[in-house]
């Protein structure tokens, strides 16, 4: 570890501790708003980044507990700020927040260097929260250190737990096939989200908070926390106090996230069963830390790891439970023979040390590795002439019929095509059918909209089918299930292949030999290739026109070109 720093050697000395014309105008301002010399100055001045919003119900609580990192910085010899970032609420935000979770990571990345701030509490949860605060703080710099918002309180219905997402998904269908009254759906709505805080099943929210632990970006144990639970705001001061001495030690993100922490994190997502979203955001942070990771990765490691949490959508538990259980400290001490326990964490201390000790009380919920959920491809990469650059499902949240399958295509061209179809009780469609939706790519949708786990049929529903082949170069939720293919690369709006899919065409998946091809010769494919034509931008000018240019593949992560990569963005000049 780096020698401690001096307060001279200090970021925000330049702004503050100098004599001159500017640092007067800084300091005078402070003073304005009622610091004076025993608050500010020769102290490592830390940026709360908060995404609290009045309307971002998972993070309604972050607004008070931004007081308690405050107390913490305080307490350990700090002087904290506080600055609002975008909150990208995941139900609210449209269309959908995948367009946003850029944006939130360049407003991070600038925030911090714009500012004078020696380190960073990262406040979020909420999907796209998590790694977009990351990926700006990784392109900062400066010492780092997250606070996740923490999973709500079970939801409830008529003494059932249910669960966010993967219970609205479920019992909308039931509702569909006529088998839920509307009194009952109302019920549900009251009962499903009891208290602040993220989705509390292991969708993308509790995936990628989980996954932020793993790489050793939290204190141990933060991300299993219930947001209600008092445990939480007793975390976030510590949190405060100790990015202050991280500042001292000048623990960097670079010194924490190596290629091993993204191999643990990538162990953990998968022992996990966490949501397919999470592939997307992992390799856009590893590729903004300077790593090269790949989609190929998540399959090797798929193939070793076992599922071991028993959490929705994947198993039968939620969150709160998880929490009981042991949290993610257990979950990993059981992987323990798995992980490489010498990574660095926040702490200052190997990821071995934070995780010593860890029990796991409740083993349904947290299985043994000799007796697992699922036994091995939590997350499967699949490639073929249908997706060259792959395209992935989690084969543990679909019917096992479906895993090795080959069937007619019924191919929408876009959400509204299929969203009308789907509804129609002549539409000439079996279970057997494959469904494709194109244009819900990064470029097409544009965004990536999570609209990959297709509605089945309404004339299917009635008939029974609870789950069908389909295939997208979308997102689904976290919260999803069923035999969904996603991030099919390159997207059709680019003209991949799945833009020459016509309805009738056979498709095959073999999940096991993760293969997924398209039984149309190369002839005719050139032929339709040949008489493609791009569809029109939806976005001509403002963000969404930037985005459209800028945005790149799925297995690249979704990051702008300009953000991924390039030389280092140079400190400010303070005239
Ligand atoms: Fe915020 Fe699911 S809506 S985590």
């Known amino acids: 570890m780096s020698s401690r720093k001096r307060p001279e050697d200090l970021r925000s000395h330049r702004w503050l501790g100098v004599s001159d014309l500017r640092s007067f105008g800084h300091r005078s301002r402070l003073r304005q708003m009622g610091y004076d010399g025993a608050d500010f100055g020769a102290k490592p001045v830390i940026g709360i980044i908060n995404t609290w919003s009045d309307i971002n119900a998972c993070h309604a609580h972050l607004r008070s507990r931004a007081e308690d990192v405050k107390r913490g910085v305080l307490?350990?010899?700090?002087?904290?700020?506080?600055?609002?970032?975008?909150?990208?609420?995941?139900?609210?935000?449209?269309?959908?927040?995948?367009?946003?979770?850029?944006?939130?990571?360049?407003?991070v990345e600038e925030l911090l260097r714009s500012h004078p701030l020696d380190g960073a509490v990262l406040m979020g949860g909420c999907d796209k929260t998590t790694p977009g605060l990351i990926m700006g703080a990784i392109s900062m710099g400066i010492p780092a250190i997250y606070i996740p918002a923490g999973p709500m309180l079970r939801g409830n219905w008529r003494g059932e737990p249910l669960?966010?997402?993967?219970?609205?998904?479920?019992?909308?269908?039931?509702?569909?096939a006529g088998n839920i009254t509307d009194e009952q759906w109302n019920e549900m709505e009251g009962g499903i989200a009891r208290s602040f805080g993220t989705c509390m099943v292991m969708g993308t929210a509790a995936t990628m908070m989980s996954i932020s632990e793993a790489l050793g970006l939290t204190l141990p144990g933060a991300s299993s926390i219930?947001?209600?639970?008092?445990?939480?705001?007793?975390?976030?001061?510590?949190?405060?106090?100790?990015?202050?001495?991280?500042?001292?030690?000048?623990?960097?993100?670079?010194?924490?996230?190596?290629?091993?922490?993204?191999?643990?994190?990538?162990?953990?997502?998968?022992?996990?069963?966490?949501?397919?979203?999470?592939?997307?955001?992992?390799?856009?942070?590893?590729?903004?830390?300077?790593?090269?990771?790949?989609?190929?990765?998540?399959?090797?490691?798929?193939?070793?790891?076992?599922?071991?949490?028993?959490?929705?959508?994947?198993?039968?538990?939620?969150?709160?439970?998880f929490f009981y259980a042991g949290g993610l400290r257990a979950l990993m001490r059981e992987l323990k023979d798995?992980?490489?326990?010498?990574?660095?964490?926040?702490?200052?201390?190997?990821?071995?040390?934070?995780?010593?000790?860890?029990?796991?009380?409740?083993?349904?919920?947290?299985?043994?590795?000799?007796?697992?959920?699922?036994?091995?491809?939590?997350?499967?990469?699949?490639?073929?002439?249908?997706?060259?650059?792959?395209?992935?499902?989690?084969?543990?949240?679909?019917?096992?019929?479906?895993?090795?399958?080959?069937?007619?295509?019924?191919a929408f061209d876009d959400y509204n095509h299929m969203a009308r179809e789907v509804e129609r009780d002549d539409l000439d469609v079996t279970a057997?059918?494959?469904?494709?939706l194109k244009n819900a790519g990064p470029k097409g949708g544009p965004g990536m909209p999570e609209w990959g786990m297709l509605p089945i049929p309404a004339k299917l529903i009635k008939a029974g089918v609870r789950d069908m082949l389909r295939i997208s170069d979308g997102r689904m939720s976290g919260t999803s299930y069923g035999a969904c293919i996603l991030h099919v690369a390159p997207e059709s709006y680019v003209g991949g292949p799945l833009a020459l899919v016509q309805t009738g065409d056979e498709i095959e998946v073999d999940v096991p030999a993760r293969r997924i091809h398209l039984h149309v010769t190369d002839a005719e494919l050139a032929r339709r290739r040949a008489a493609w034509k791009q569809p029109p931008p939806r976005y001509t000018r403002g963000y969404g026109a930037m985005f459209s240019q800028h945005i790149g593949q799925a297995d690249e992560g979704c990051d702008f070109d300009f953000l991924a990569a390039g030389a280092p963005t140079p400190e400010p000049e303070i005239h």
């Not at 057997?432 to 494709?436: A, G, N, R, T, W």
Request: glycine share 8%.
């Open 75 to 107: 307490q350990a010899g700090g002087f904290p700020v506080e600055l609002p970032a975008m909150s990208l609420a995941e139900p609210f935000v449209k269309p959908s927040t995948m367009l946003y979770r850029n944006f939130l990571a360049m407003e």
């Open 163 to 176: 669960g966010s997402g993967s219970d609205v998904w479920k019992y909308w269908m039931e509702k569909r």
């Open 226 to 321: 219930p947001a209600a639970d008092s445990n939480h705001p007793r975390m976030c001061g510590a949190a405060g106090r100790r990015i202050v001495d991280m500042v001292w030690e000048d623990l960097t993100p670079d010194k924490i996230l190596t290629t091993a922490a993204f191999d643990n994190a990538i162990k953990v997502h998968m022992a996990l069963g966490g949501s397919t979203n999470a592939i997307v955001h992992v390799v856009a942070m590893a590729r903004r830390a300077g790593l090269k990771l790949d989609m190929q990765r998540f399959d090797e490691i798929s193939r070793q790891i076992p599922v071991i949490a028993n959490i929705r959508p994947s198993g039968k538990y939620l969150m709160e439970d």
């Open 338 to 410: 798995k992980l490489d326990l010498s990574c660095l964490t926040v702490t200052g201390k190997a990821l071995g040390e934070n995780i010593d000790g860890a029990e796991v009380f409740q083993h349904d919920v947290i299985h043994p590795l000799s007796d697992p959920i699922y036994a091995e491809g939590a997350t499967a990469v699949l490639t073929g002439n249908l997706a060259p650059r792959g395209c992935v499902m989690k084969p543990a949240a679909a019917e096992k019929r479906l895993l090795k399958h080959r069937g007619p295509a019924i």
């Open 432 to 436: 057997d059918h494959i469904m494709v």
